[in-house]
Protein backbone atom coordinates (compact mmCIF):
# COMPACT_ATOMS: atom_id res chain seq x y z
CA UNK A 1 0.00 0.00 0.00
CA UNK A 2 1.36 3.46 -1.12
CA UNK A 3 0.47 6.13 1.39
CA UNK A 4 1.27 9.78 0.18
CA UNK A 5 2.31 11.15 3.26
CA UNK A 6 2.18 14.81 1.94
CA UNK A 7 -1.33 14.54 3.18
CA UNK A 8 -0.28 13.15 6.51
CA UNK A 9 2.84 15.22 7.59
CA UNK A 10 2.70 18.75 8.64
CA UNK A 11 5.03 20.93 8.83
CA UNK A 12 3.93 24.10 11.26
CA UNK A 13 6.37 27.03 12.47
CA UNK A 14 4.87 27.27 16.05
CA UNK A 15 4.50 23.66 16.90
CA UNK A 16 7.22 21.61 17.77
CA UNK A 17 9.60 24.19 16.50
CA UNK A 18 8.64 23.40 12.76
CA UNK A 19 9.46 19.88 12.85
CA UNK A 20 7.81 17.09 10.72
CA UNK A 21 4.38 16.17 12.73
CA UNK A 22 1.69 13.77 12.42
CA UNK A 23 -1.78 15.50 11.24
CA UNK A 24 -0.94 18.79 13.12
CA UNK A 25 -0.31 16.70 16.19
CA UNK A 26 1.97 17.50 18.61
CA UNK A 27 3.57 13.99 18.04
CA UNK A 28 6.49 14.02 15.60
CA UNK A 29 8.09 11.95 12.78
CA UNK A 30 11.24 11.48 15.12
CA UNK A 31 8.64 10.44 18.00
CA UNK A 32 7.65 7.65 16.15
CA UNK A 33 10.82 6.92 14.14
CA UNK A 34 12.12 6.63 17.63
CA UNK A 35 9.81 4.52 19.25
CA UNK A 36 9.76 1.78 15.90
CA UNK A 37 13.96 1.73 16.52
CA UNK A 38 12.99 1.16 20.13
CA UNK A 39 11.60 -2.02 19.11
CA UNK A 40 7.88 -0.99 19.83
CA UNK A 41 5.39 -2.61 17.26
CA UNK A 42 2.91 -0.52 15.63
CA UNK A 43 0.39 -2.43 17.28
CA UNK A 44 1.89 -0.50 20.83
CA UNK A 45 2.48 3.06 19.04
CA UNK A 46 -0.93 2.65 18.07
CA UNK A 47 -2.40 1.49 21.45
CA UNK A 48 -0.38 3.94 24.00
CA UNK A 49 -1.22 6.99 21.33
CA UNK A 50 -4.62 5.80 20.00
CA UNK A 51 -4.93 9.12 18.12
CA UNK A 52 -2.54 7.61 15.41
CA UNK A 53 -2.90 5.15 13.21
CA UNK A 54 -1.73 2.57 10.79
CA UNK A 55 -1.28 4.91 8.02
CA UNK A 56 0.52 7.51 9.98
CA UNK A 57 3.25 4.90 11.19
CA UNK A 58 3.67 4.25 7.62
CA UNK A 59 3.55 8.25 6.43
CA UNK A 60 6.08 8.87 8.88
CA UNK A 61 8.51 5.78 6.95
CA UNK A 62 7.78 7.57 4.06
CA UNK A 63 8.52 10.47 5.02
CA UNK A 64 11.85 9.24 6.18
CA UNK A 65 12.98 7.64 3.32
CA UNK A 66 12.07 10.56 0.60
CA UNK A 67 14.22 12.66 3.14
CA UNK A 68 17.05 10.42 3.10
CA UNK A 69 16.64 9.81 -0.99
CA UNK A 70 17.40 13.71 -1.20
CA UNK A 71 20.27 14.05 1.40
CA UNK A 72 23.64 14.65 -0.34
CA UNK A 73 25.98 11.84 -0.47
CA UNK A 74 29.65 13.02 0.46
CA UNK A 75 32.17 10.58 -1.55
CA UNK A 76 35.07 9.87 0.60
CA UNK A 77 38.61 10.57 -1.01
Known sequence: MNID???IITIEPGKRSGKPCIRGLRITVY?????LAD????A???DDFPELTD???TA????AADR?????TIKAL
Do not use: A, K, P, T
Open 39 to 42: GMSR
Open 44 to 46: EIV
Open 60 to 63: CLHF
Open 68 to 72: EHQSV
Open 5 to 7: YHN
Open 31 to 35: DVLSW
Open 55 to 57: DDI
